[in-house]
């Protein structure tokens, strides 16, 4: 089994930026890509984005191109998901989420282990 553990959500102004962490822990393979997604209430949840084992490639959402970027320490093994340019629209609970080998998937049911979520709000 694989613990994930995030912080950084909160409260910002329309505009503003945030930067999530979420750390792996535990058993999984030394190949994994890590991910976040977002579930607004109401909705299904949301792909965001992925990053492959090696850091070497990501795969973005068209939705949050050009605003979020997600970047990965191998040492700590843990994911980023920085926010900038946020809109009210971004308002969700996000979760990060691993997968045992390739990166390229969008899918929720790709995935094999999830944080607990972290709320992020934007107010206008």
């Known amino acids: 089994q694989v613990q994930l553990v995030e912080s950084g959500g909160g409260l910002v102004q329309a505009g503003g930026s945030l930067r999530l962490s979420c750390a792996a822990s535990?058993?999984?393979?030394?190949?994994?890509?890590m991910g976040w997604f977002r579930q607004a209430p109401g909705k299904e949840r949301e792909f965001v984005g992925v990053?492959?084992?090696?850091?070497?490639?990501?795969y973005m959402a068209e939705s949050v191109k050009g605003r979020f970027t997600i970047s990965r320490d191998n040492a700590k093994n843990t994911v980023y998901l920085q926010m900038n340019s946020l809109k009210p629209e971004d308002t969700a609970v996000y979760y990060c989420?691993?997968?045992?080998?390739?990166?390229?998937?969008?899918?929720?049911?790709?995935?094999?282990?999830w944080g607990q979520g972290t709320q992020v709000t934007v107010s206008s």
């Open positions: 989420a691993v997968r045992n080998g390739g990166y390229y998937y969008n899918a929720p049911e790709e995935y094999n282990y």
């Open positions: 535990g058993r999984t393979s030394s190949r994994y890509a």
């Open positions: 990053i492959s084992w090696s850091g070497g490639s990501t």
